[in-house]
């Protein structure tokens, strides 16, 4: 579902430091032509690992970018209205508008991999539910929507180590779940059925 990209490259912080401002200078410069332009949307679909790091990512982004030409939209359990629709209809209805960007955290990958990883599916209806991924994603493309998909990884140790720093924070431990606990369980699964 996701392509890998290779990782494990580390930069120091005088470096990061150096970096950071070009960047993001860089990024509000795309940010601004395309809200200029308003030629087509962008959709990042953002998943992975439980603690790799998805949540900063997309705060940070805000901060870096203008946050009015950013939305970000965050997918958990369908509502009952959202299950009385196609499946597709509650990411449709929040694509962002030509010239914006739209970032999905959980998206039409999520269930279909939690289910996945927990035995609820069948190998056939996780066939049937990524053609119906593809073809959503086909449609969205042929329609001018510029879509990135990104897959958060992160050590199964590390992972751990994450979970465990966060649980003795008072101050963030609100931020992690038992749901996180129980995928740490699965997270072999996880990463081979998500790959």
Not at 61 to 71: A, G, H, T, V
Not at 90 to 112: C, D, E, H, V
Request: net charge neutral; hydrophobic share 40%.
């Amino acid at each position: 579902m996701f392509e890998s990209a290779e990782i494990g490259h580390s930069i120091d912080k005088a470096t990061y430091d150096a970096e950071v401002p070009i960047l993001r200078e860089a990024l509000l410069n795309a940010q601004n032509r395309l809200r200029e332009q308003a030629r087509f949307p962008v959709l990042i679909l953002i998943n992975g690992i439980e603690g790799a790091g998805k949540g900063e990512t997309i705060k940070l982004l805000n901060e870096w970018m203008d946050p009015r030409l950013i939305r970000v939209d965050s997918f958990d359990v369908p509502t009952d209205e959202e299950l009385a629709r196609p499946s597709a209809w509650r990411y449709w209805r929040r694509l962002p508008a030509k010239g914006q960007t739209g970032i999905f955290f959980g998206n039409w990958y999520s269930k279909m991999l939690e289910d996945r990883v927990h035995g609820r599916t069948r190998k056939v209806d996780l066939e049937l539910a990524i053609g119906r991924a593809q073809r959503l994603e086909r449609m969205l493309c042929d329609e001018g929507v510029l879509i990135f998909k990104f897959w958060f990884h992160l050590s199964k140790d590390r992972m751990l180590k994450r979970l465990d720093s966060l649980k003795d924070d008072p101050l963030h431990s609100w931020r992690i779940s038992p749901l996180d606990w129980q995928q740490s369980k699965t997270y072999d699964k996880f990463v081979q059925h998500g790959e």
